[in-house]
């Protein structure tokens, strides 16, 4: 079992409102990563990290931004949300390559009415 | 372009039988492919990973085989059980930058009938 967490699981959430969607990691892993995956579409990097106080934009233009303070928090916002905001963000941690794992969180499910 | 693509879209296989999921890709330079497994509403979950030398690796029912000549990557799953659907995705890693860039393919969505 991955030690990757996020919260909340779901959200339902009013146009206009700001929202914060949590991850935690407990493995001590340098890189995390934000996704954001429609239904039956694949995953789309919106942003990561390679550790504390270093995030980029991923391939996936996206209004949210996120902050890297501790090793274990990566926290993503959306400072005012849209209907076209709507999908699942997913958040994994590790992947450094050469055959390590990526683990993922069990994801947030956001829709914005 | 570093693109996966994964076949079919779609599968749906009666509760005992054999299947097999493919994928192929354009990514460069390859570091190495996972394939996970999806279930709906949940996140990816790892069965395999293999490197460049390494062509085929087992994980209980799920055998991944990779051929690093011809770009291609297979997911054959063995006495299916309902609990085998899911969508199965393909992910291919570079290492062309530090970061390791993961390649998803859209995934085959498997169903499993009793």
């Known amino acids: 079992e991955a030690d990757i967490y996020q919260t909340p699981r779901y959200l339902v959430i009013g146009t206009g409102k700001k929202i914060t969607l949590e991850c935690s990691q407990t493995m001590g892993h340098d890189k995390m990563y934000w996704y954001q995956q429609d239904p039956g579409m694949e995953l789309h990097l919106i942003h990561y990290?390679?550790?504390?106080?270093?995030?980029e934009k991923g391939d996936l233009s996206s209004e949210s931004t996120v902050s890297r303070i501790r090793t274990e928090h990566f926290p993503l916002t959306l400072e005012s949300a849209r209907p076209s905001h709507t999908s699942q963000y997913l958040c994994a941690s590790g992947g450094e390559g050469g055959g390590t794992e990526a683990f993922f969180g069990q994801g947030t499910r956001l829709t914005v009415v | 372009k570093n693109q996966v693509e994964q076949s079919p879209q779609s599968l749906i296989i009666l509760e005992g039988k054999n299947c097999t999921l493919q994928c192929n890709y354009t990514v460069s330079p390859f570091s190495n492919l996972r394939w996970y497994k999806q279930d709906t509403g949940r996140g990816p979950v790892s069965l395999t990973i293999?490197?460049?030398?390494?062509n085929t690796k087992s994980n209980g029912r799920y055998t991944a085989t990779l051929d690093a000549d011809t770009k291609q990557s297979s997911l054959h799953i063995t006495a299916s059980q309902l609990s085998d659907s899911a969508s199965y995705i393909c992910?291919?890693?570079?290492?062309?930058?530090?970061?390791?860039?993961?390649?998803f393919g859209r995934g085959t969505q498997l169903t499993v009938w009793p």
């Open positions: 293999m490197t460049f030398s390494e």
């Open positions: 992910v291919v890693s570079d290492r062309g930058s530090t970061l390791g860039r993961l390649y």
């Open positions: 990290s390679y550790g504390v106080n270093s995030t």
